[in-house]
């Protein structure tokens, strides 16, 4: 079952600009990571956020985590053609594993 | 740094086939997962292993099976591939007690004719 839900599906910038993306979850959370996928290839870990986090930096990702909302966000600022991907949410559990839920993803177009 | 590998980039089989699928990583982790990659369903979690000779379904086990004799060796089985198994196939790892995030393979597309 799908837990975590992207939002926008696609979104287009300008070089330059900065990108936000969505992700929202129904069921409580370990913690929520962000994944990159350059096209045709394997997954990237960007940034890992806990539930009892609100707010985590990595060079130029900023995540927020809302668990009363149920909802993360990541933001990329200065956008670079680079950053061209599909960007992933997921999902791990309050259970023993480290299972993780994958949304749909969100495509991002960086126009040079 | 990690790495995990996947035997094929690309895969051709008939439908009827038996299909193996290898991924192997060098970091000794003991969880491994197998996943299946389709556009507008996202990721999807076909098995899992939490050390060798454990395995555990996922969400979509159905017409798969898996084999995890060594630590780093974690196989999928397509015991008689269909053309609805076409698909691109992702394998991860990640150690159990530390960070959560989840190290992947380059994937393998597969292809079911």
């Known amino acids: 079952s799908q837990q975590g839900e992207e939002d926008p599906q696609a979104l287009s910038i300008q070089e330059g600009e900065n990108a936000t993306m969505n992700c929202s979850y129904k069921?409580?959370?370990?913690?929520l990571q962000w994944y990159r996928q350059n096209s045709g290839r394997g997954l990237v870990h960007l940034i890992l956020?806990?539930?009892?986090?609100r707010e985590k930096h990595s060079g130029r990702l900023r995540v927020t985590l809302d668990t009363s909302k149920k909802s993360s966000s990541l933001l990329i600022t200065a956008s670079r053609a680079a950053d061209t991907a599909s960007y992933f949410c997921?999902?791990?559990?309050?259970?023993?594993?480290?299972?993780?839920?994958f949304g749909k993803g969100i495509t991002l177009s960086v126009r040079p | 740094d990690v790495k995990v590998t996947q035997s094929s980039r690309y895969l051709v089989k008939r439908t009827g086939e038996k299909v193996f699928l290898e991924c192997v990583q060098d970091?000794?982790?003991?969880?491994m997962f197998w996943y299946r990659q389709d556009p507008g369903l996202g990721l999807r979690l076909i098995y899992f292993?939490?050390?060798?000779?454990?395995?555990e379904k996922g969400d979509i086990p159905e017409g798969y099976s898996v084999s995890r004799e060594k630590k780093e060796r974690f196989s999928l089985i397509l015991e008689s591939a269909s053309t609805n198994q076409t698909s691109m196939y992702l394998c991860?790892?990640?150690?159990?007690?530390?960070?959560?995030?989840?190290?992947f393979g380059p994937g393998t597309r597969l292809t079911v004719t």
């Open positions: 997921a999902t791990s559990g309050t259970g023993a594993n480290s299972k993780l839920t």
């Open positions: 970091m000794d982790h003991e969880n």
């Open positions: 956020i806990r539930s009892n986090e």
């Open positions: 991860a790892s990640n150690h159990p007690l530390k960070s959560g995030e989840q190290y």
């Open positions: 292993s939490y050390d060798v000779k454990m395995k």
């Open positions: 069921t409580s959370i370990n913690n």
